[in-house]
T-cell receptor, first 109, second 111 residues
Framework: DAKTTQPPSMDCAEGRAANLPCNHSTISGNEYVYWYRQIHSQGPQYIIH???NNETNEMASLIITEDRKSSTLILPHATLRDTAVYYC??????????FGQGTILTVHP | EPEVTQTPSHQVTQMGQEVILRCVPISNHLYFYWYRQILGQKVEFLVSFYNNEISEKSEIFDDQFSVERPDGSNFTLKIRSTKLEDSAMYFC?????????FGPGTRLLVL
């Protein structure tokens, strides 16, 4: 699985968009970019994933660069409940998820 | 919305004892996984299971660990002889296609 690099921490004001970057310069053609988050010690929560195209769902948007070497997760209107550790993971279909340290996002009032 | 459930939520055991952690997957899911997270550390992959056999396992998943689907529904992780270092949160994840959905975890404490 390709290695991903994320900033260790980020802050965001409540109500503003949170943009979380991820670098995955060695991603291979059959690897998807997945985003999960973990709140305290709860089970990781799936957010979104994509291969080449930008994706949007009810939780977030995923922007993948054309060369697929980096991506950005966008939480359009962050709330206090979005405070969590966010993981960007490159993975083939059905394969294991390899978690890194992730980005600690703190949403403040 | 369907969820992965795990039992028990907490388990305390003595070193050397056997423990069985149980997971009820989302109905019709075909792919099953176990992960663990030692306090303060990363989530680590243990094993994946598909079509009634292990498809991949990590170095952590040694002979002390085993998995099965005894009744075609529950998915279990057995640790035969627990060690202090097995203390962790154990997460089950299940999937039908590309996405894995995690359960809430079982907190295992080995004394």
């Amino acid at each position: 699985d390709a290695k991903t690099t994320q900033p260790p921490s980020m802050d965001c004001a409540e109500g503003r968009a949170a943009n979380l970057p991820c670098n995955h310069s060695t991603i291979s053609g059959n690897e998807y970019v997945y985003w999960y988050r973990q709140i305290h010690s709860q089970g990781p929560q799936y957010i979104i994933h994509g291969l080449k195209n930008n994706e949007t769902n009810e939780m977030a948007s995923l922007i993948i660069t054309e060369d697929r070497k980096s991506s950005t997760l966008i939480l359009p209107h962050a709330t206090l409940r979005d405070t969590a550790v966010y993981y960007c993971i490159a993975r083939t279909s059905y394969g294991k998820l390899t978690f890194g340290q992730g980005t600690i996002l703190t949403v403040h009032p | 919305e369907p969820e992965v459930t795990q039992t028990p939520s907490h388990q305390v055991t003595q070193m050397g004892q056997e423990v069985i952690l149980r997971c009820v997957p989302i109905s019709n899911h075909l792919y099953f996984y176990w992960y663990r997270q030692i306090l303060g550390q990363k989530v680590e992959f243990l094993v994946s299971f598909y079509n009634n056999e292990i498809s991949e396992k990590s170095e952590i998943f040694d002979d002390q660990f085993s998995v099965e689907r005894p009744d075609g529904s529950n998915f279990t992780l057995k640790i035969r002889s627990t060690k202090l270092e097995d203390s962790a949160m154990y997460f089950c994840a299940t999937g039908l296609a590309e996405t894995q959905y995690f359960g809430p975890g079982t907190r295992l404490l080995v004394l």
